[in-house]
């Protein structure tokens, strides 16, 4: 299989002195579904950051990143047609990153921008194949109802399906989620992070998406990516995470990463519960003649 993300000597010092990256080699195949875990502090959103072409890499290493075989960035230079290959490229913001104002219909049509004239992006102005398009993504999301609404009345789990609905319109071939479900109930956390899967396996995209919980990486990712001061600790099977292994990875720091339940396991275990408590229908007898 083809790369989707290569990733070559990727390092990044902040202004502050602190060193967020450090000597980051990665290659992640197109098809797959990764997950980033660790610490708060250890590098996840700047990795990602990286990815997009939001945020240069240091200039006194030859770092580089390349999507699809298209450079990103190189030796901290983020290239001069990253707007182009940024198309491509879904990122899923923990915030979310809709306009509130905006009915929901024309945040999703934002994915649509870098294929319309200019003109017709100033004015938002879509033709009926671009909101049908937009209408099939908030389908597949399960908020098509909430088309017409302004997005800040949806809720938090809505505005990050209307999020990965921007991404389906946009055609990515590579989703960036950067902690989707970190401020999500369980029951919305559930839903995004089975929508994501889905899009990865029917659609075929790319998708790392970092995360907190550990049980959730192993539940949706075949493949984790864990990080830890701006290194690379772990990159394999997301089932070897067992307790013992990441207290070898991360020291004392491993009680908080585990002290993180899975509350969409909860939630999964909690409905089984209610179902096998519920009392059984009467079944009626008939005697045979």
């Known amino acids: 299989m083809t790369a989707a993300i290569n990733i070559r000597g990727l390092s990044k010092t902040f202004s502050s002195g602190r060193q967020a990256l450090q000597g980051i080699d990665l290659t992640i195949l197109a098809g797959e579904m ?4 660790g610490a708060s502090g250890s590098g996840k959103s700047t990795l990602l950051r990286h990815l997009a072409g939001l945020m240069p890499a240091d200039r006194a290493t030859e770092s580089l990143i390349q999507i699809h075989g298209r450079t990103v960035q190189k030796s901290g230079r983020i290239a001069d047609d990253v707007r182009d290959i940024r198309s491509g490229v879904g990122f899923v913001f923990q915030q979310f990153n809709l306009v509130d104002r905006l009915p929901v219909i024309v945040n999703v ?5 870098h294929r319309v004239p200019l003109w017709r992006s100033l004015i938002r102005r879509f033709t009926r194949d671009e909101v049908a ?4 993504a908030l389908q597949r999301v399960g908020i098509e109802d909430c088309r017409n609404q302004r997005a800040s009345t ?5 505005q990050q399906r209307a999020a990965i609905a921007r991404a389906l319109v946009q055609g990515a071939k590579v989703i960036l989620a950067d902690e989707p479900i970190a401020s999500l109930d369980p029951e919305s956390s559930r ?4 929508i994501l899967q889905r ?3 029917e659609d075929g995209c790319t998708v790392v998406v970092s995360l907190h919980q550990v049980n959730v990486a192993i539940k ?5 990516i864990a990080l830890n001061q701006g290194r690379v600790v772990y990159d394999g099977p997301s089932t070897a995470l067992t307790p013992e292994l990441l207290r070898d990875l991360y020291g004392a720091e491993a009680d908080d990463i585990l002290s993180l339940g899975d509350h969409i396991s909860v939630l999964q275990n909690a409905k089984r519960s209610s179902r096998s408590e519920q009392p059984s229908a009467p079944v009626e007898l008939t005697q045979a003649a």
Do not use: E, F, H, W
């Open 154 to 158: 949806l809720s938090g789990g809505q």
């Open 220 to 224: 949706y990712c075949p493949r984790t």
């Open 133 to 136: 398009r937009g209408v099939s």
């Open 191 to 194: 839903k995004v992070m089975d």
């Open 199 to 201: 899009v990865n396996q």
């Open 109 to 113: 049509l934002v994915g649509t921008l």
């Open 34 to 37: 990764v997950a980033l875990i």
